[in-house]
Nanobody, 125 residues
């Protein structure tokens, strides 16, 4: 049974940092593409960052240069380091796994098979 469990969310002031983690189990982690998505109240879910099986990364323009996605295939974990946080980064953040995805669509949620329950990130001004 595939499980993705996020941790590390919380509240921080504008300009601060947070690190999200996602623990994966129930599948061969290294064979999956992984992504971080977020959804703010009243808005659609959007892709934040994704990491290829081979370690390549891609980011949404809104977070590029501030967020860093990484994976540890020995520990089956995914991380998102978030720096210089802004109030508009406030959202529920989800990690997701995909076994087969076109890399060009890595930031589109429809390509992902499994999802975590989410971790809330709140940035105050």
């Amino acid at each position: 049974q595939v499980q993705l469990v996020e941790s590390g969310g919380g509240s921080v002031q504008s300009g601060g940092s947070l690190r999200l983690s996602c623990a994966a189990s129930g599948y061969t982690y290294s064979e999956y593409y992984m992504g971080w998505f977020r959804q703010a109240p009243g808005k659609e879910r959007e892709g934040v960052a994704a990491i290829h099986r081979d370690g390549r990364t891609t980011y949404a323009a809104s977070v590029k240069g501030r967020f860093t996605i990484s994976r540890d295939n020995t520990k089956n974990t995914l991380s998102l380091q978030m720096n210089s946080l802004k109030p508009e980064d406030t959202a529920m953040y989800y990690c997701a796994a995909s076994q087969k995805i076109g890399w060009w669509s890595a930031l589109l949620s429809r390509g992902y098979d499994y999802w975590g329950q989410g971790a809330q990130v709140t940035v105050s001004s």
